[in-house]
């Protein structure tokens, strides 16, 4: 029984192994974990030549492979910077998923990835031949499980020389369920250059395409918390978005809303509430954005823009252009952004079409700003109780009135055409108007010194005879003749100094602006 048992075991023990030596054998030439499969799949996945500088690979306990200072060269080139590097590679396995088809990778680690991505390149249309441009994806020859790319690095090339790249720290990477031909499902927190802060997302990227990059297909969504608004200069605010984002990376499709609880101009220190809801379209590849449409809401306005924000040859920076169209909205929502006082000395309804071009540079925004258009205001009353009282004993004088404690609350409308260009608003066809009277102005106001610098006609209803009562009324009569003309009375004026300290006075000679 002894002798039984005996030869069994042995037996069992031969069995297995034989059973090592031939896993061992077969991992040893069957393998794919060798420097030359690694460096040939890499190269026929990204259409690139690949350097490794020290690898080693071994199978116990576990497949395993390691490979330090990996350079990518995009077709070999050595005149750009390298399309990716990579301080350490390291592969695991199982023996069994080696011998798999196609052949499985546990897991991938990219420790030191750094990302250069080329600008997408337009290309001749094919041939008359027949031939066309390979848009396939590359093939894998592995399915991999997960990859971890923690701190990896990502610069996006710029398609005009002299202009800076776009650079991104990726805090978190993580790639799952990799097969050949197929989408990454992925996860990152991508820390966002300007404004600062934490973007989180997740979605499927790929199959890469090799031929080209910016054709590469990407989809998820995402969220951006704690953004500082304030590394613009003219502008505060911390800002949260949420959204979803699909397409390519040339031409990605995002639909979002942002909120910004505290946003304000810092000229004026008055801050709001800012929501906006957006659909831009974003090359990836170089940052351009252009909006179709953007919805921005704050206090009782709702603001509609569409136009970009996008980079120009030899610029440092992106240009903001945006066509603005405001219907209904407050004229003290949009004052209280602007002037540091409040409430506003004017509240009413505006309309307004205007074109908004903000210039890249280090100077606050209110001095790189270039916004001109056409507004109407209507129902406007001033909120100084001396000012609305005077514009009322004007509208009643106007019209022969001469009380001289009014009773009524007129309101003022207004409209014409303004021009604000560093930080100098310049208005023309300017006309305002309460009963009795129509104003007509031309001019400037600077935003930062709180200027005056108009010349104005005033239309009035009554002669200057009937604007007053007893001596003066009888002493007028002798100049009426001077001012009547054209069925109205008309008096050139002048309006100077700055806001709080305004100067008025009559401009005879000067012909109506």
């Known amino acids: 029984m002894q002798k039984t048992t005996q030869r069994w075991l042995t037996a069992f023990l031969l069995i297995v192994v034989s059973a090592v030596v031939a896993l061992t054998v077969a991992l040893r030439y069957y393998s794919p974990l060798t420097r030359d499969w690694v460096v040939k799949t890499l190269e026929s996945r990204y259409n690139s030549k690949v350097e490794i500088k020290t690898f080693q690979a071994s199978l116990l306990p576990y497949p395993l492979a390691t490979a330090e200072d990996i350079v990518f060269r995009e077709q070999g080139r050595t005149d750009v910077p390298p399309f990716v590097t990579i301080r350490k590679l390291t592969i695991e396995a199982s023996f069994f998923g080696l011998f798999e088809t196609p052949r499985k990778i546990r897991r991938v680690r990219l420790e030191g990835l750094r990302l250069h991505i080329p600008p997408h390149e337009k290309k001749d249309p094919p041939e008359a031949s027949g031939g066309t441009a390979s848009q396939e994806p590359a093939r894998l020859a592995f399915a991999v499980d997960e990859i971890v790319a923690d701190g990896t690095f990502l610069e996006l090339l710029p398609r005009q020389a002299g202009k800076e790249p776009k650079q991104f720290e990726i805090r978190e990477l993580r790639l799952r369920s990799i097969g050949p031909n197929e989408p990454m499902s992925f996860v990152s927190t991508l820390m966002n250059a300007k404004p600062p802060g934490e973007i989180h997302s997740k979605g499927q990227f790929g199959p ?293 300290q305004p100067s008025f006075g009559l401009a005879f000679g000067r012909k109506e602006p």
């Open 208 to 500: 890469w395409r090799r031929d080209e990059p910016g054709d590469t297909p990407v989809s998820g969504t995402y969220t951006f918390k704690n953004a500082n608004l304030g590394v613009f200069k003219g502008i505060a605010g911390t800002l949260s978005s949420v959204g979803r984002y699909g397409g390519a990376l040339d031409r990605i499709e995002v639909d979002g809303t942002t909120d910004t609880p505290d946003f304000r101009v810092t000229e004026s220190g008055n801050s709001v509430d800012l929501k906006t809801e957006f659909h831009a379209l974003v090359d990836g590849t170089n940052g351009d954005t252009f909006l179709v449409p953007v919805k921005a809401q704050f206090l009782h306005s709702t603001v509609l823009a569409r136009g970009g924000i996008y980079g120009k040859p030899n610029v440092k920076g992106k240009t903001i252009s945006l066509d603005i169209n405001v219907a209904g909205a407050r004229v003290e929502d949009l004052l209280r952004l602007a002037m540091k006082t409040t409430p506003g000395p004017l509240t009413g309804q505006i309309d307004f079409q205007a074109k908004l071009i903000i210039l890249p540079g280090e100077r606050k925004v209110l001095d790189k700003m270039q916004l001109y258009g056409d507004f109407g205001i209507a129902s406007a009353r001033f909120t100084s109780f001396d000012l609305q009282r005077k514009i009322t004993m004007l509208s009643q004088r106007s019209r022969g009135q001469t009380e001289d404690d009014p009773s009524e609350h007129v309101i003022s409308n207004m409209n014409g055409h303004f021009d604000l260009r560093d930080a100098t608003a310049r208005l023309s066809r300017l006309v305002y108007s309460v009963p009795g009277a129509n104003i007509r102005l031309t001019g400037s106001y600077g935003i930062h010194g709180e200027t005056l610098n108009f010349d104005g006609m005033a239309r009035l209803d009554a002669k200057p005879s009937q604007m007053t009562t007893g001596i003066k009324s009888i002493l007028l009569k002798v100049v009426d003749p001077l001012f009547w003309k054209n069925g109205a009375t008309e008096i050139p004026f002048r309006i100077g100094g700055t806001r709080s």
